[in-house]
């Protein structure tokens, strides 16, 4: 398991709130863009695909900030 120092752990933190703020941005843009009937698939798709990357992002630093606790 790695050890964080208190630094790491707020930098990762603070990463990982960012993270999550720009999904959730990217989640309203993607919806906004659905709904309109002017929206470029492809741009869709390119949000679509760096929504997917945050979201591996955020699950890797969850697990560095909150491991597993074996019982």
């Known amino acids: 398991m790695l050890?964080?120092?208190?630094?790491?752990?707020?930098?990762?933190?603070?990463e990982l709130a960012?993270?999550?703020q720009e999904?959730?941005?990217?989640?309203a843009a993607i919806h906004t863009l659905t709904q309109s009937q002017f929206a470029d698939?492809?741009?869709v798709q390119r949000l679509k695909k760096r929504k997917l990357a945050?979201?591996?992002?955020?699950?890797?630093?969850?697990?560095f900030?909150?491991?597993?606790?074996?019982?």
């Open 18 to 20: 960012t993270k999550r």
């Open 41 to 43: 698939r492809m741009l």
């Open 23 to 27: 999904h959730a941005d990217l989640d």
């Open 65 to 71: 900030l909150l491991p597993d606790i074996i019982a």
């Open 3 to 14: 050890q964080l120092d208190k630094e790491q752990e707020a930098q990762f933190g603070l």
């Open 54 to 63: 945050l979201k591996d992002r955020i699950v890797q630093l969850e697990s």
